[in-house]
């Protein structure tokens, strides 16, 4: 029931408008968000990259219906590279096919993505993220179009959906780089598991696909999106069983979520990584972290009555 209404209210334009300017609120948002400036997100960046940890960083915005804007966001993308370059820092981009236009048409997103995807070089990933169940068919159309032609992206799939195991068998001899997450939009029971449980089984089921045989012959680089420790130690261990090295998968994580993790992780020989979100947009974002966890809103009301 709060999940519902806290993802309704990421969707919400008056709320969009009006709850950014609250202080509670933005004090709230600073845990998940280092700042909205790049400079914020790359400085976050440089002290995770001083503790062993990696980062992934993304500029927020979604739901782009300004043809100008969206390619904006292509270009300033570029510019986020040269300075992740100039640093030094291990650092990947994420980024959202409705901030590079697609509610626009997918040949005009096409090309933005395909603007960033060049300017990352072959050696930097540039991550899709899933948004919600509308768009995943074309979602995964631009993927597959994309990683026919460069080996440097990865896609999100989200283990709520019930065809995710079979998109991951669809992807799979294109040697993809695929981001498991559970999902975090609101979908009907029609197309994604109602019950956490399921989408905790499925979750795994996935992970085992991703690990198996067919997807290491393919080349697929696995990356397990998930804060879950339950799930983090079943996938370790079956990793373990089968005989996979530590470093032929990775975790990542979400800035200023299970801090401790993500260190043990990297601590015990795991590629930990942490995605760092930056930028004004960041209302529905947040919001959608409040309904993963209802508990979180504790700190809303903490930092309402703390003034
Ligand atoms: P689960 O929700 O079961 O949480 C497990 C534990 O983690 C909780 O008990 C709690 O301790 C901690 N936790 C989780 N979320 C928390 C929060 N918000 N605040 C505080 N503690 C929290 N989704 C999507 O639909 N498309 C996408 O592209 C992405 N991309 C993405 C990238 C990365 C790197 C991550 C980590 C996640 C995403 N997600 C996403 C979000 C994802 O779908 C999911 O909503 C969250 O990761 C929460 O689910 P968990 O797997 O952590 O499990």
């Given at each position: ?155 999100c799939l989200q283990s709520y959906l019930y065809r995710t195991a079979?998109d991951l068998a669809a992807l799979t001899p294109l040697g993809p ?60 261990l079956h990793a373990q069983t089968i005989g996979m090295a530590k ?61």
């Amino acid at each position: 029931m709060m999940r519902s209404v806290l993802l309704a209210g990421a969707q919400s334009p008056w709320l969009r408008e009006r709850a950014p300017r609250l202080p509670f609120v933005r004090r709230t948002a600073s845990r998940f968000i280092p700042g909205e400036a790049l400079d914020d997100a790359l400085a976050a960046a440089a002290i995770l990259s001083r503790s062993g940890i990696a980062t992934v960083v993304t500029h927020l915005g979604e739901n782009i219906t300004d043809a100008a804007e969206a390619r904006q966001e292509a270009l300033l993308y570029g510019e986020v590279l040269g300075r992740i370059r100039d640093a030094g820092l291990p650092t990947e981009l994420s980024i959202k096919l409705t901030q590079l236009g697609l509610d626009l048409g997918a040949t005009r997103c096409y090309e933005n993505l395909a603007r960033i995807i060049e300017n990352a070089g072959t050696s930097s990933t540039v991550w899709i993220d899933m948004e919600s169940s509308a768009y995943v068919d074309i979602t995964l159309e631009l993927y597959r179009r994309a990683r026919t032609r460069y080996p440097n992206v990865g896609v999100c799939l989200q283990s709520y959906l019930y065809r995710t195991a079979k998109d991951l068998a669809a992807l799979t001899p294109l040697g993809p780089s695929i981001r498991l997450v559970k999902g975090a939009y609101p979908e009907p029971a029609n197309v994604a598991f109602p019950r956490k449980a399921d989408v905790d089984a499925n979750y795994f089921a996935v992970a085992r696909q991703l690990l198996g045989r067919q997807s290491q012959q393919a080349g697929l680089r696995a990356a397990f999106a998930t804060h879950d420790s339950a799930l983090i130690d079943q996938i370790k261990l079956h990793a373990q069983t089968i005989g996979m090295a530590k470093s032929a998968f990775e975790f990542q994580m979400l800035y200023g979520i299970r801090k401790d993790q993500q260190m043990r992780l990297g601590h015990e020989g795991y590629c930990s990584k942490v995605l760092i979100t930056y930028g004004s947009a960041w209302f529905p974002w947040f919001m959608r972290r409040m309904a993963e966890r209802p508990a979180n809103m504790f700190f809303v009301l903490r930092n309402l009555v703390g003034g």
